[in-house]
Every structure is written in C-alpha cells, then in structure tokens.
C-alpha cells in the first residue's frame, strides 16, 4: 500500500484512496503495534496531501502513469 500509492512520485488520488484503505484497515481492529503502525502510515498520508510543494525527493504530480 504505502510502496505503490504513497511512494517518492505521488498523485493526489493514490494519496486519498491510501487514507481510505489505511481508514479501513485501523477500522478492522487489528493488534496494537500494527494499529501503531498503521496509524504512522495514516500520518504520513495525511502530510503528504497537506504538504503541496516538492520537499527532499518527494513530490505531488497528477499526471497519469
């Protein structure tokens, strides 16, 4: 999840749609690290769209590909 929609080229829909599987996952009751771990994840996501400009290698497109 966090490899493919949430990697160094990031689009605005993979970003959305990886907050609402993250969303879903920390719905589903996991154990307590892997909740942790997914509420990291659901941080990182959640910078990400807040942040708009390029920042390190990490940048936003919504280009296709």
């Not at 993979?14 to 509420?39: C, F, Q, T, W």
């Amino acid at each position: 999840l966090m490899w493919n929609d949430v990697s160094i080229a990031r689009r605005v829909k993979d970003l959305e749609a990886a907050g609402k599987k993250l969303d879903a996952l920390i719905a589903s009751n996991p154990g307590r690290m892997a909740r942790l771990r997914l509420k990291v994840a659901k941080n990182m996501v959640e910078s990400a769209l807040n942040r708009r400009e390029s920042l390190g290698a990490h940048y936003i497109t919504n280009e296709e590909g």
